[in-house]
């Protein structure tokens, strides 16, 4: 029998499930969607079917290049200035990457093979499981087995091929594509949106405060958008971030970037809403676990080309975490192509450049593979790219108990589905904690700024992701719960404080951040932050004292300014 908990769970899944299922009815009516689309915001700019034939058209093409290229011999047809000296190192290098392209395909062979060998033996493992439990099998757990083993015989087919097998490539771009494409819905998009604002985000939507470097900022943003490849380079707080930053994009009148997020997110409400609203997926997972590696010793020789990491490096980071879906050349080609796709067509793309959340409260390093791609559209193409870098911040983190435990160890942050994220960030802030979103100077980076040579330009690439983090991190705001927390941990409250050392160290700390505020904003922004650390159990009033109850998570709230202070 059902608890009243499950009975209300069960209740609200069932609300969202028949409520996301009359979205899609809307979102499909002819009508609707003439009377939506007749706003250039709710336009769709690329159809998924043209989109999935010309990834797969490119990705095959690349790898058919490698392979069937002519080498340049000793020829004079070139012009004048190519000696023959220079047209054999030429073909030397073509040689090499014909070689490196045949490597990365048995790679890629063993690596899928390895992987569904995993994964047939955990759906395997799940049959027995509900057989051993007594349980019905369900129809598409069986279907899923079925696929398992087809694909597994496929693969070990593949395997044992010598010559490059263009059909094996293409096998996996369609596997690949179809996984990171988003079938964005801009219909369903603003329908979803206006009712998330009337239910599970409501307070978001007010609680939201835009800022811009300078005045008419968002204008000039918004030109680039519409007439040049764009890329919003994000922090990355919250797996709600994406709510924040689209609703201050479409205030402004900008048109809904492709956000690129975590595979972790698909599961739930996520996997259904995510790429109608524009998010494509990017999986991070493991296709072979650390045990497996040792099979695959050769597989670093592949990465050490120019401008990659060491072969060593490489396989220590193997070793550790195991082999990755981006350490895949196919896979990695495939989003590549994607990202390029995009560009070319004028859609704004999200990128959240640490990577994932920071744990500890500060800003991570800059993740450069994706950024390294979106700079090689300007090499590719010839033409220009503009970074807009955009800084998020929050006077409540939804998530910050969880980055804490997750910081010790004790548990997995990447779970929960979108809808519950919002919720849980809509619920913990309230109508009063503003939410701030700030969108700096945008970079323009041409061809002439990009050198063909691979060292150089993975140093450009180094140099530039540097460049954006600093941009991101002058953007952040110094929230009142930043700032008190901020100068709990610089003056070294050991157990508790009083209201008025907090108050002038406060104003230290404001000046020391070179923010003008006056004494009135200071007391304001104190009584504010005093009053959420003390609801969510942080520091506890008592004989006129405040007492310090958690640490750590006061820490987590100050190093989200620590880089404004180590200037």
């Given at each position: ?247 201050a994009l479409n205030r402004h009148g900008i048109y809904q970037p492709s956000t690129i997020a975590g ?232 157990k508790n404080f009083t209201l008025q050392n907090a108050k002038t160290d406060m104003t230290i700390m ?58």
């Amino acid at each position: 029998m059902m608890n009243l908990k499950d009975i209300k769970k069960y209740a609200l899944k069932t609300g969202l499930e028949c409520g996301f299922n009359i979205m899609l009815w809307f979102s499909s009516v002819r009508l609707v969607r003439w009377w939506v689309q007749r706003n250039s915001l709710y336009r769709k700019k690329l159809d998924y079917d043209w989109t999935f034939g010309e990834l797969i058209r490119r990705v095959v093409g690349n790898y058919e290049s490698m392979f069937e290229s002519d080498i340049p011999v000793e020829t004079d047809s070139l012009g004048k200035g190519i000696t023959k000296k220079l047209l054999n190192q030429f073909g030397y290098v073509m040689i090499e990457l014909k070689h490196y392209a045949r490597d990365s395909l048995r790679a890629t062979k063993v690596l899928h093979e390895a992987h569904l060998e995993l994964k047939a033996a955990k759906i395997s493992t799940q049959i027995a499981k509900r057989v051993k439990d007594g349980r019905r099998i369900s129809g598409s757990l069986i279907n899923a087995a079925k696929k398992s083993d087809q694909n597994l015989a496929k693969f070990k087919h593949l395997k044992s091929a010598k010559a490059p097998d263009m059909d094996f490539v293409r096998h996996l771009a369609n596997y690949y594509a179809k996984d990171i494409i988003a079938d964005y819905d801009p219909v369903f998009y603003k329908i979803f949106k206006n009712f998330a604002k009337l239910t599970f985000v409501r307070h978001l939507d007010k609680n939201l405060i835009v800022s811009e470097d300078s005045l008419k900022m968002m204008e000039e943003i918004k030109h680039l958008t519409e007439n040049h490849a764009f890329v919003f380079i994000s922090n990355h707080v919250s797996n709600a971030d994406h709510a924040p930053i689209f609703f201050a994009l479409n205030r402004h009148g900008i048109y809904q970037p492709s956000t690129i997020a975590g595979k972790n997110l698909d599961h739930g409400f996520s996997s259904k809403i995510f790429p109608r609203v524009n998010a494509r997926w990017l999986n991070r997972g493991i296709m072979l676990p650390p045990e497996e590696v040792e099979k695959l010793k050769w597989f670093t020789l592949l990465w050490n080309m120019p401008g990659q990491r060491s072969g060593t490096e490489l396989w220590k980071e193997l070793k550790k975490y195991g082999v990755g879906w981006v350490n895949n050349p196919i896979y990695r080609e495939t989003d590549k192509a994607y990202t390029h796709i995009q560009l070319e067509h004028l859609q704004p793309i999200l990128f959240y450049i640490e990577g994932g959340r920071s744990t500890t409260g500060t800003l991570r390093a800059p993740k450069i593979v994706i950024f390294e791609d979106m700079l090689d559209y300007v090499r590719k193409t010839g033409k220009p790219v503009y970074l807009g870098p955009t800084a998020i911040s929050y006077t409540i983190i939804g998530e910050d108990k969880a980055l804490e435990t997750a910081r010790r160890g004790e548990k997995n942050i990447s779970e929960g589905d979108l809808v519950s994220q919002l919720s849980k960030l809509n619920k913990v802030t309230g109508p009063d904690s503003p939410i701030y979103v700030h969108f700096g100077k945008p970079i323009r980076i041409g061809p002439d700024d990009l050198s063909e040579r691979p060292k150089k330009f993975a140093r450009q690439v180094n140099e530039y992701a540097a460049q954006m983090m600093t941009a991101i991190g002058n953007g952040i705001k110094n929230t009142a719960t930043y700032l008190l927390a901020a100068t709990i941990v610089k003056n070294q409250y050991e157990k508790n404080f009083t209201l008025q050392n907090a108050k002038t160290d406060m104003t230290i700390m404001a000046k020391t951040l070179e923010e003008e505020m006056s004494e009135a904003e200071v007391e304001k922004g104190l009584n504010t932050a005093l009053a959420i650390f003390e609801k969510k159990g942080f520091i506890q009033k008592k004989d006129g004292l405040y007492e310090i109850l958690n640490i750590p998570l006061i820490r987590q709230y100050g190093r989200r300014i620590e880089h404004k202070l180590v200037k």
